[in-house]
């Protein structure tokens, strides 16, 4: 008989050991497991562009612009709808991605090593706020801007990160929460952090004066910088964790704009998918409801392991943005604890005592008790081109915990 619980502890204690460190920046073709020339990798479970959201849509449209295979609008579905255009997520490939989290070949890509497995995950760069290609924009400023952050910018941070030799993500997760961070929707400690870790070194990197102070501008201005090194260095930890057999702790949950899945460490790389909620938050000027389109992005990384939403009694501040009072934030954290196998070891919360982030969200507490994961997330209009409207907060389906529970006990009991 499989011992489930010992299966969990080993799980959880695999992810809490993982020791991220962000290497360098590559090109995605290069360094990616299996990409192709005609691969998009995308956010969330797989899915057709015949059940696209909108702004998985732009972004789709965009990638293929910034990639010289399309023009505009036209040209690119008839591209992609032609079938020449593979769609895959990026969780299949070690990767992930905010919101619409699309990846193209040409792209560079933040490396990720989990020192203490061996394991590599990668995430894109962070665009900042307005109208980004991650939330579904494809003008011709957003093309442009791309250009710049593959080129000059990741150059100069390319080799700030060679002469530091790397930068230890868990750490400055760690150092950040104690800085009202919670690691997913407020990373302005965090990414304050990154800044001032990388300045110094972009400063010595070969480059001009005029460019150097373009790239420091650019992340001191954009408080999200740090949001795609953490990402992946979530995705690191939760991939250590996965594959135990016997273990029914999540180690994925995405969304794609139109489903959300999870997987499970004992299930291999099956797929456990329902419909994505829709988030209740607070809306840009100009913008409501009606304009959201359904919940997307691969961040939920971050819950996955033990932060975000999870951590929200660390980071009350965020409440001013997702919706909310400061006891919202601390409940919620509170309740993730009925639901998860352990307290983290490195990521602690001041106001409770330090005690450690509820982490590993096992399916069997989740069906048993009703208590679904917290999301706090950003809200993408649901037309694409448009960009972010608002934030807020959103629950999972409660069918994918007990699909994934169903097939668990098919397999093991």
Not at 266 to 279: A, E, K, R, Y
Not at 301 to 315: C, D
Request: hydrophobic share 45%; glycine share 10%.
């Amino acid at each position: 008989m499989i011992d489930i619980d010992q299966a969990n502890k080993t799980a959880v204690e695999r992810m809490m050991a993982a020791r991220p460190i962000l290497r360098r920046i590559a090109l995605a073709r290069d360094v990616i497991p299996d990409m192709r020339d005609n691969l998009l990798l995308h956010a969330g479970p797989p899915i057709t562009w015949e059940r696209a959201s909108g702004p998985m849509r732009g972004s789709i449209v965009g990638a293929l612009i910034f990639e010289g295979l399309a023009d505009d609008w036209e040209s690119a579905v008839a591209l992609v709808t032609s079938g020449k255009i593979d769609l895959e997520p990026c969780h299949e490939h070690n990767a992930v991605g905010p919101m619409a989290g699309v990846t193209s070949p040409s792209m560079q890509v933040y490396v990720v090593e989990n020192v203490t497995h061996g394991n590599l995950a990668y995430s894109n760069l962070n665009e900042g706020y307005g109208k980004v290609l991650r939330y579904g924009a494809y003008s011709a400023e957003v093309i442009e801007k791309l250009r710049w952050m593959n080129t000059t910018f990741a150059d100069l941070l390319n080799q700030a990160l060679a002469a530091m030799d790397g930068l230890d993500i868990r750490a400055l997760l760690a150092e950040s929460l104690h800085m009202g961070d919670e690691g997913h929707n407020r990373n302005k400690a965090g990414s304050i952090l990154y800044a001032t870790k990388l300045a110094p070194f972009i400063v010595k990197a070969d480059g001009s004066a005029v460019e150097k102070g373009k790239v420091l501008q650019f992340l001191g201005d954009n408080a999200l910088s740090v949001l795609n090194p953490v990402m992946a260095a979530c995705k690191a930890m939760a991939d250590a964790g996965h594959g135990v057999e016997g273990s029914t702790i999540m180690t994925v949950m995405a969304r794609n704009g139109t489903d959300l899945g999870i997987r499970v460490s004992g299930l291999g790389d099956q797929w456990f998918t329902g419909p994505v909620g829709q988030p209740d938050g607070l809306y840009f000027a100009g913008f409501s409801a009606d304009d959201a389109s359904g919940d997307i992005g691969d961040s939920t990384i971050t819950e996955t392991a033990g932060i975000g939403a999870f951590a929200m009694a660390t980071a009350p501040a965020i409440v001013t943005f997702i919706s909310g009072t400061p006891e919202l934030a601390l409940n919620t954290t509170l309740e993730m604890y009925e639901i998860t196998e352990a307290e983290h070891t490195m990521f602690t919360i001041p106001a409770l005592g330090f005690r450690g982030t509820p982490t590993g969200v096992d399916i069997r507490k989740v069906v048993e008790l009703g208590i679904r994961p917290q999301i706090n997330t950003g809200i993408a209009h649901k037309d694409p081109g448009v960009g972010q409207v608002g934030a807020g907060l959103v629950l999972p389906p409660m069918n994918v915990f007990e699909d994934a529970l169903i097939a668990f006990a098919n397999r093991y009991l």
